[in-house]
């Protein structure tokens, strides 16, 4: 199946500072991505549908000047957390279909990247 | 917007013995009903979909059936291993060009050997 890959995995950062996580599709362009986040033990909660070429479409309850997306290309989405708090600590996922596997309605997942805030 | 409830939250079954879980829809217009196997750390893993023009779907073990006119859809797993013990999450989705995934709030699911 298709490829999605998230960097970094971890990161750790300040309180106050910016953290920039990249999502990409390895083998399939994708003209939409989707941000999700997820607490321990909680269900993956969508934040935000990065579009190719324009602006994000974000969830009620989502600060979009906190959570910056930017989807660049066909084949990159990025999610800038800005001013970061430790309540920003989470698990954060993206996922994309792939336009191109004819009646596939599957959406592949990123491996996801662990926020801690300190 | 769409809305999913799932049931049980935790679910704890003997090895060899069946699994059910159980989720409601809101949005009479989703289409696409995936489920979602996802271990402590790991992304989710799709584990069987159905979409609204079929009643049920089975694949070895696993048999997903979707009720539309109740907008109840469930998972059914026979002959649990302990290899299926992970939290399952069951989605709804309008599939269309930009269509979007809403998780329910999952269950845990322990197999005890």
């Known amino acids: 199946g298709a490829v999605v890959s998230q960097h970094p995995s971890r990161v750790i950062c300040k309180s106050g500072t910016s953290v920039k996580i990249e999502c990409r599709s390895l083998d399939f362009q994708a003209t939409t991505m989707f941000w999700y986040r997820q607490f321990p033990k909680q269900s993956l909660m969508l934040m935000a549908t990065?579009?190719?070429?324009?602006?994000?479409?974000?969830e009620q309850g989502v600060e979009k000047d906190k959570f910056l997306i930017n989807h660049a290309s066909l084949t990159l989405s990025t999610l800038t957390v800005t001013s970061a708090h430790p309540e920003d600590s989470s698990f954060y996922i993206c996922?994309?279909?792939?336009?191109?596997?004819?009646?596939?309605?599957?959406?592949?997942f990123g491996p996801g990247t662990r926020l801690t805030v300190t | 917007g769409e809305n999913v409830e799932q049931h049980p939250s935790t679910l704890s079954v003997q090895e060899g013995d069946s699994a059910v879980i159980k989720c409601t829809y809101s949005?009479?217009?989703?289409?696409?009903f995936p489920w979602y196997k996802q271990e402590l750390g790991k992304r989710p893993q799709l584990i069987i979909d159905?979409?609204?023009?079929?009643g049920e779907k089975k694949d070895q073990r696993i048999a997903v059936t979707l009720n539309k006119t109740a907008k109840h859809f469930s998972l059914h797993i026979t002959e649990t291993q302990p290899e299926d013990s992970a939290v399952y999450f069951c989605?709804?989705?309008?599939?269309?060009?930009?269509?979007?995934?809403?998780f329910g709030p999952g269950t845990s699911l322990s197999v005890i050997p």
């Open positions: 996922s994309a279909r792939d336009p191109g596997a004819g009646g596939k309605y599957e959406q592949y």
């Open positions: 990065s579009n190719e070429g324009s602006k994000a479409t974000y």
């Open positions: 159905i979409r609204s023009n079929v």
């Open positions: 989605a709804a989705s309008i599939y269309t060009s930009y269509d979007k995934v809403i």
């Open positions: 949005d009479s217009a989703s289409n696409y």
